[in-house]
């Protein structure tokens, strides 16, 4: 079950798989966590959360309409391959259509491109570096 959830919620997994457990959760907030029209995503399997997804209002320059990034795309090991990533993007962009937004944004890493192009996203900048995190792309989202 996909449902709204709190930036509270998706610390414990931000850190286990996107920083393999080395932060402390208030590390793993994101500074827009808590903005106007910010919200995150979890994917429930068995009252367990599995998947989680945060989305920013944030433009990217030089696209049109009211932009949102995606950050913190993360599904525990047991889950991943599952579905449960696309499922839960699916259900961001029907949500974002309903809010009027034009397209959505993120900073993919390299080894996450494959999910990103089979949902539907085009890498729109050249491969570029975070430290100690590896090589990354923008990748962009119309939505229709
Ligand atoms: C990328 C990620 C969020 C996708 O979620 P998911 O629930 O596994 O997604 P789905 O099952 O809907 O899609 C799986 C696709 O993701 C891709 N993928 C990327 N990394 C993967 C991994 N470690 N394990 C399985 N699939 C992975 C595969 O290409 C797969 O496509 P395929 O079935 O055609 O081979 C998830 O694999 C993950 O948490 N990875 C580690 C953290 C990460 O890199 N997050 C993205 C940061 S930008």
Redesign the pocket.
């Known amino acids: 079950m996909i449902k709204i959830i709190s930036p509270e919620d998706v610390l414990a997994i931000r850190n286990e ?2 920083r393999e457990g080395r932060l402390t959760l208030n590390e793993c907030r994101f500074p827009t966590d808590t903005i106007d029209g910010a919200f995150h995503l979890g994917y429930y399997v068995d009252e367990e959360l599995a ?1 989680i997804a945060s989305f920013f209002p944030q433009n990217y320059e030089g696209y049109s309409g009211a932009g949102y990034q995606l950050r913190g ?3 525990v090991e047991k ?9 839960l993007l699916n259900f961001a962009i029907v949500y974002l259509q309903g809010k009027k937004a034009g397209y959505l944004w ?4 390299k ?2 491109l ?2 990103y192009m ?1 949902n539907g996203f085009e890498i729109i900048s050249p491969e570029f570096d975070v430290p100690g995190i590896g090589p990354h792309y923008v990748m962009y989202l119309k939505i229709k």
């Open positions: 798989v996107l998947c795309m993360a599904t889950h991943r391959g599952g579905g449960l990533g696309t499922l993120c900073n993919a890493r080894a996450a494959k999910f089979n």
